[in-house]
């Protein structure tokens, strides 16, 4: 299974970013998805994840500027990042909860995306 995140980049204080994460390989079936951020020498924390049915949970932090959605038939999960701030700086990371044409469940992680919010 590999789980490959893209979209991150450069972009000034009250602008847009779209990431996007795709799960691929050996796929029965997936669960949750999420999105964590983790800011330069600290903690990586969930930002927003999302239910196989499509409920999404957020980060007071993000609540109003992001959203988070999926694509079932793609296994792929997007985060929406509006209004950006400094403090949304940082690498982030997508986070796969599924279970294998094995019936292992397990929980992947991807490599990291880079976000960089400045004037």
């Known amino acids: 299974v590999q789980v490959v995140e893209s979209g991150g980049g450069f972009v000034q204080p009250g602008g847009s970013l779209r990431l996007s994460c795709a799960a691929s390989?050996?796929?029965?079936?997936?669960?949750?998805m999420g999105w964590y951020h983790q800011g330069p020498g600290k903690q990586r924390d969930l930002v927003a994840g999302?239910?196989?049915?499509?409920?999404?949970n957020y980060a007071d932090s993000v609540k109003g500027r992001f959203t988070i959605s999926r694509d079932n038939a793609e296994n792929t999960v997007y985060l929406q990042m509006n209004s950006l701030k400094p403090e949304d700086t940082g690498v982030y990371f997508c986070?796969?909860?599924?279970?294998?044409?094995?019936?292992?469940?397990?929980?992947?992680w991807g490599q990291g995306t880079q976000v960089t919010v400045s004037s």
């Open positions: 986070n796969v909860d599924l279970i294998t044409d094995r019936h292992s469940r397990n929980v992947y």
């Open positions: 390989g050996s796929i029965f079936s997936i669960y949750s």
């Open positions: 999302i239910t196989s049915g499509g409920r999404g």
